[in-house]
């Protein structure tokens, strides 16, 4: 095989799938339970990377297994700062 589908690993999408795919996953994310409109999805090459906020370490897990499902074959990186909106445990000592 001659051309730009030649380079392209097996099983990766063409690059007009992928967005398509990606945008479906932003879709997806914003529009379900978890509401997630602070996580951003970049391809980077052939893999894809999520980073923004998100609330707690169950919500990372989510966002990433949902882009692993909705990117198969592709390599999900992830940079998603946990917020803890938990109150503290003992106070803070000032100097």
Request: proline fraction near 7%; charged fraction near 30%; include cysteine.
């Amino acid at each position: 095989m001659t051309g730009p589908d030649a380079q392209r690993s097996p099983g990766a999408a063409a690059p007009e799938h992928l967005e398509y795919r990606v945008a479906h996953l932003r879709d997806r994310l914003a529009a379900g339970d978890l509401g997630e409109l602070g996580v951003r999805i970049e391809v980077r090459g052939e893999a894809v990377l999520l980073t923004g906020t998100v609330p707690s370490a169950r919500c990372r897990d989510d966002v990433r297994r949902l882009a692993e499902e909705a990117l198969p074959g592709l390599p999900v990186h992830d940079d998603l700062l946990v917020t803890d909106s938990s109150s503290p445990d003992h106070a803070e000592e000032l100097a």
